[in-house]
């Protein structure tokens, strides 16, 4: 067995311990995004429709590619469903006005309801989980926790009483 690297200097370790903790963080919330956008890209929830109540915001892409967001209110189908000020997903095309219905799907995400023709919508969330993830294994790096282990039992062979032998 080789033996371990020195250690790594105090601002490293805490840079590395950042990056973890927001890797492992960010990691977890695009996880759950991309559950809900996977199934809804899968069919899976309920459809019905969104009225668009509020803009969030546009972005500054020129068209075709300018989007605005919305938030609305969803109404299943059937009725048994009702989730009120809810973000719409991916946004519409400019033009949406409030009191515009949309078909959409409710999947049981927290914040968001997904366009019922939405397909590709679990990409986003599958581009942050990658980068979080990145950004965890990078502030695993200077931690070396393969090492760890070893250090352990260093530490205990030498706190470990000596026998007497005599």
């Known amino acids: 067995m080789s033996k371990p690297p020195p250690p790594s200097p105090p601002l490293l370790i805490v840079i590395a311990i950042a990056w973890v903790i927001i890797g492992g963080c960010g ?4 996880t ?22 509020e803009p969030l915001s546009c972005d500054h892409n020129p068209p075709p590619r300018h989007r605005c967001g919305w938030f609305g209110d969803f109404v299943s189908d059937d009725g048994t469903v009702v989730r009120r000020h809810m973000e719409l997903d991916g946004g519409l095309p400019p033009g949406g006005t409030i009191g515009d219905t949309v078909r959409a799907r409710d999947t ?7 366009q019922e023709t939405d397909t590709q919508g679990w990409k986003t969330p599958a581009g942050f989980l990658a ?3 990145g950004a965890f294994m990078l502030g695993m790096l200077p931690l070396e ?19 007497v032998t005599g």
């Open 27 to 30: 990691a977890c919330g695009s």
């Open 32 to 53: 759950v995004m991309l559950i809900s956008a996977w199934q809804a890209a899968h069919r899976s929830g309920h459809t019905g429709t969104f009225t668009l109540t």
């Open 108 to 114: 049981g995400s927290l914040a968001q309801i997904y």
């Open 131 to 133: 980068a979080f993830l």
């Open 145 to 163: 926790p393969w090492w760890w282990r070893a250090r352990l039992r260093q530490r205990r062979a030498r706190r470990a009483p000596r026998p």
